[in-house]
């Protein structure tokens, strides 16, 4: 349970109480983690641009506008600057994470999901 590394998630897409439980979320896995937030896909790529990510966990549909995340993930993974950054799509719909992972994401997980083991293990994949 000890991340000595240092790891950075950006949080792309959610409100602030969804930001908080995923921040307490990954607080409560990883001692030494930093979260950072973005709220469209021209901030997410800018960051992308000048910050090197552990794991981008996008919303799948954003809190701001209620666009379609995959978008963002799709012009993530299109970018080889950071096509290689793992992306993790926040849905419970099994259908949209499987959309998501044909577009090159890792199989995420949904918000009634975060206290599952499963979701646990996921993320220890990516951030352990």
Known sequence: MTNTIGKRVLDVGNCGPDHQAITQLLNSLFSDIEIARSDTQGQTLQMLRENSFDLVLINRKLD?????????????????????????????????????????????????????????????????
């Open 64 to 128: 701001i506008d209620y666009s379609d995340g995959i978008e963002i993930l799709k012009a993530i993974k299109a970018d080889a600057d950071f096509a290689s950054t793992p992306v993790m799509l926040i849905t419970n719909y099994d259908e949209h994470q499987q959309a998501a992972v044909q577009a090159g994401a890792l199989h995420g997980f949904g918000k009634l999901e975060f206290q599952m083991s499963e979701t646990k293990e996921k993320l220890e994949a990516v951030l352990a």
